[in-house]
Each structure stands twice: as structure tokens, then as C-alpha cells.
């Protein structure tokens, strides 16, 4: 089995910084992209940057220039890294990971973190 948790969510005012984490755990033989997605209350979950093994990386939207994405390959982790965060920035923040674990060695399977809340208020 792969568990994805993300952390590092909380409470920020406009203007603010935060650094969310998720972790990647199990059986992983291989984790390729990993993707951060969020969804705002009412709104469909949307993605938000994604980075690949090698390290290339992807922003959605306007979201390039305040928020970075990065990983630890040795520690199975991504980073993303939230500055200049406004109120509209308020969601849920979601981890996704394509993993392929010790037992499917050739197969990559989508894997999701529970998600972490990040709120923008003064």
C-alpha cells in the first residue's frame, strides 16, 4: 500500500507565506510526477503545479511566480512553497502522486493525500 500525507497547512494572513509538505510512504518502488491540486469551497478541485522525477516543473494559471513546487526524490517528498498568499488562495490543498510500488513495478498508479487546509484571512 502508498500513503500520501500532506502537511503544513494553516492559517495565514494576506500577503503571507506557507510551506506545505507530502510525504510519500509504503511499498513505492518508483514515484514519477507529483501533482498539488486545490479546491476552494464550491469549486472544483483544479490543479496547481506539478513537478517530474527529473525535476522539471509545471504551473497552472497565474500561480508561477508565487508558488513553487519542488521534491526530495531521497525522502519521497514535494514541497510547495506559497507566497504573497491571498484570501482567494483559501482551499483545501491536495497531494497526488504517481507511484509504482514494489508489487507493479512497471505500472504507475495515481495516488491522493487527504489534503491539508489552507485558510488567507486577516
Known amino acids: 500500500q502508498v500513503q500520501i500525507v500532506e502537511s503544513g497547512g494553516g492559517l495565514v494572513q494576506p500577503g503571507g507565506s506557507l510551506r506545505l509538505s507530502c510525504a510519500a510512504s509504503?511499498?513505492?518502488?518508483?514515484?514519477?510526477?507529483m501533482y498539488w491540486y486545490r479546491q476552494a469551497p464550491g469549486k472544483q478541485r483544479a490543479l496547481v503545479a506539478a513537478?517530474?522525477?527529473?525535476?522539471?516543473?509545471t504551473y497552472a494559471g497565474s500561480f508561477k511566480g508565487r508558488f513553487t513546487i519542488s521534491r526530495d526524490n531521497a525522502k519521497k517528498t514535494v514541497y510547495l512553497q506559497m507566497n504573497s498568499l491571498k484570501p482567494e488562495d483559501t482551499a483545501v490543498y491536495y497531494c497526488?502522486?504517481?507511484?509504482?510500488?514494489?508489487?507493479?513495478?512497471?505500472?504507475?498508479?495515481?495516488?491522493w493525500g487527504q489534503g491539508t487546509q489552507v485558510t488567507v484571512s486577516s
Open positions: 497526488l502522486g504517481a507511484v509504482a510500488t514494489t508489487t507493479t513495478t512497471m505500472t504507475y498508479a495515481n495516488y
Open positions: 509504503g511499498s513505492i518502488f518508483s514515484i514519477g510526477v
Open positions: 513537478i517530474t522525477r527529473g525535476g522539471n516543473t
